[in-house]
């Protein structure tokens, strides 16, 4: 009685706030007050796929979602990006029939990387993909390594794990697992790799495991590669799953040695994303070909990157998750890579969507220096945070005359407006892109 009363007051609260245009955690909230064990009570399908990690979860998901509906799966995921376990019991419940049996062939899950031990205590993942940890959130994460032992947890004996292999910490999710229920995702040496560390700070400085000094035979970006502890042997695994070979400029990269794909964005991020959606829907059954066709030339619809005019500027939104330095490396990388003539906007108007905070010092771990480039004239710095900003800048190498400073959006957008066409490049966390979006037309 109680997990039917629990089903049908989930239903009703996610009902009402769809038509208040309100959120999907309040229906899970009431739900799990009412039956705190409903999740365990509940008939789900064969298949439960969860994903976590510091970044590309979202993506990843929504990635995998598109794949095996391809392939003819109804597919059943928080598309809404409510990744916490109130969210998760929203919409499980709200694909409940009354009797307690989940709708669906597949159970697909953005799980918050602090939480999942909670989202995961009544039922277990079949397959469970961790993309990466980096330092993230520092006021609400910690360190790395207080996330990893935060998801370990919510590792469970008979789920299969499909694990970044470049990531050393990631590998460490394998130690004490089932070897055969164990799967690895890679990117080989290629072009984007280098010999040599580059970023303000190196994770993969030492080993996860007994602390001595790590060696890398090559660096894709950040501390994620191709690595070896000498002290203790822990090393990178051979992926089951590997892009063998990838040319970022060019678009291109190949699965396993025979499957090319096209890159509609041409970041290391989304060959990361990509590769971790092929293997665990490769994992579930789903042909190559199927996979193939839906990931050519794929663009994300969860507005990570979004196009748009202001003036006579071409424009370009690139999504970073504030707090993560790494997320920001990454999509300045993309504009350094890119050699044409153009500005950038950086705003930080709000650090967090789910709690306030001043905290700011993420920002110095930021590589900023990528944005001293010939080919980037200026870069405007704008929002609340334009002094920290400004002073973050005064310690990179981008000289002072390319720097404009401007802590209203609305009037740099008018400032641009008036003047210029080169393409504008502007780098913003979920929390801020918006405020400058309003103010553009959108492709």
């Known amino acids: 009685m109680r997990r039917m009363l629990a089903i049908v007051a989930c239903k009703l609260l996610?009902?009402?706030?769809?038509?208040?245009?309100?959120?999907?955690?309040?229906?899970?909230?009431?739900?799990?007050?009412?039956?705190?064990?409903?999740?365990?009570?509940?008939?789900?399908?064969?298949?439960?796929?969860?994903?976590?990690?510091s970044n590309g979860k979202t993506s990843t998901v929504e990635m995998i979602a598109a794949i095996l509906a391809a392939d003819g799966r109804q597919v059943v995921y928080n598309k809404e990006g409510s990744n916490q376990i109130e969210g998760v019991a929203t919409l499980i419940l709200s694909h409940c029939t009354l009797g307690g049996r989940m709708r669906g062939d597949v159970l697909l899950l953005e799980s918050d990387e602090r939480y999942a031990r909670h989202t995961f205590r009544w039922f277990h993942p079949t397959h469970f993909v961790i993309t990466n940890l980096y330092r993230d959130q520092l006021t609400r994460n910690g360190h790395p390594q207080w996330v990893y032992e935060s998801i370990q947890p919510a590792i469970h004996p008979e789920e299969i794990l499909v694990l970044n292999a470049d990531d050393p910490l990631v590998a460490c999710f394998a130690r004490g697992h089932d070897p055969d229920k164990v799967k690895w995702f890679g990117?080989?040496?290629?072009?984007?790799?280098t010999k040599e560390h580059h970023g303000v700070y190196d994770d993969g400085l030492r080993c996860p495991v007994c602390g001595g000094k790590m060696e890398y035979t090559c660096y894709h970006y950040a501390h994620i590669g191709h690595y070896r502890c000498p002290g203790c042997g822990h090393h990178r695994p051979q992926p089951d799953f590997a892009v063998t070979s990838l040319d970022l400029a060019q678009g291109k990269l190949t699965i396993n040695g025979e499957t090319?794909?096209?890159?509609?964005?041409?970041?290391?991020?989304?060959?990361?994303?990509?590769?971790?959606?092929?293997?665990?829907?490769a994992l579930c059954g789903v042909d190559q070909t199927v996979m193939a066709g839906v990931i050519n030339n794929y663009l994300l619809k969860n507005g990570r990157?979004?196009?748009?005019?202001?003036?006579?500027?071409?424009?370009?939104?690139?999504t970073s998750k504030h707090e993560n330095s790494v997320a920001y490396d990454t999509n300045l990388a993309y504009i350094e890579s890119l050699g044409q003539p153009c500005e950038v906007m950086v705003i930080v108007d709000a650090v967090s969507r789910k709690y306030f905070t001043g905290e700011?010092?993420?920002?110095?771990?930021?590589?900023?220096?990528?944005?001293?480039?010939?080919?980037v004239r200026r870069v405007w710095l704008c929002g609340r945070y334009v002094n920290d900003l400004a002073l973050r800048f005064d310690y990179s190498q981008v000289p002072q005359d390319k720097l404009t400073l401007q802590a209203d959006i609305s009037a740099a957008a008018e400032e641009l407006k008036k003047e210029g066409d080169l393409p504008l490049y502007v780098v913003t966390c979920f929390s801020d892109r918006d405020k400058l979006l309003d103010l553009t037309q959108r492709d």
């Open 305 to 318: 990157m979004v196009t748009f005019t202001l003036g006579k500027h071409k424009g370009t939104l690139l």
């Open 14 to 53: 996610r009902l009402a706030g769809k038509l208040l245009g309100r959120g999907s955690s309040l229906p899970g909230q009431i739900a799990l007050k009412l039956c705190p064990d409903v999740l365990g009570r509940i008939k789900l399908p064969g298949h439960i796929i969860a994903v976590t990690g």
């Open 360 to 375: 700011t010092s993420w920002l110095w771990d930021i590589d900023f220096d990528r944005l001293a480039c010939q080919h």
């Open 187 to 193: 990117l080989e040496e290629c072009s984007v790799s």
């Open 260 to 281: 090319q794909i096209e890159l509609a964005f041409r970041s290391i991020y989304n060959v990361y994303n990509i590769l971790a959606a092929w293997s665990v829907c």
